[in-house]
């Protein structure tokens, strides 16, 4: 059985890494998936959830923020300038920063409240389709 070697790292830390049938990434352009045999890509990544479904164990969510998925020969490295696991997201504080940047109109607000979406979602991703980390 052909699978993925999959690594998602932050720029502070290794987030996650494995082998796994198949990962789902938002780029610019939409979501990409990747199954093993897929041709090269490199490409931007957008807040999104990542989702992973291992070789072994439950699905996996990730809250990432910018960066990049590099595939190649079956390996998938997920660069990511922040990157969460859903389970390590702190609901009620996404949602309260959520709560605190809404209608604010700069720049810096505008970022907070994307991060805080993508948490959220990474989080309720857990929660409704018995995702994990």
């Known amino acids: 059985m052909s ?9 502070d830390r290794s987030v996650w890494v494995g082998t796994a049938k198949s990962i789902v990434a938002k780029t610019p352009e939409g979501e990409i998936g990747i199954l093993p045999g897929h041709e090269p890509v490199l490409s931007l990544l957008v807040n999104g959830v990542v989702r992973i479904e291992p070789t072994e164990g439950a699905n996996v969510a990730i809250a990432v923020h910018g960066g990049f ?10 660069l990511a300038e922040t990157a969460e696991l859903a389970s390590d997201i702190d609901l009620d504080r996404a949602q309260t920063a959520l709560t605190r940047v809404q209608g604010v109109e700069t720049p ?23 995702l994990h980390s």
């Open 3 to 11: 699978e993925l070697n999959v690594s998602v790292v932050a720029v």
């Open 69 to 78: 998925v590099a595939v190649d020969s079956d390996n998938v490295r997920v």
């Open 108 to 130: 810096e607000a505008m970022a907070a409240l994307h991060r805080a979406e993508t948490r959220i979602k990474a989080a309720a991703a857990v929660t409704s389709q018995g």
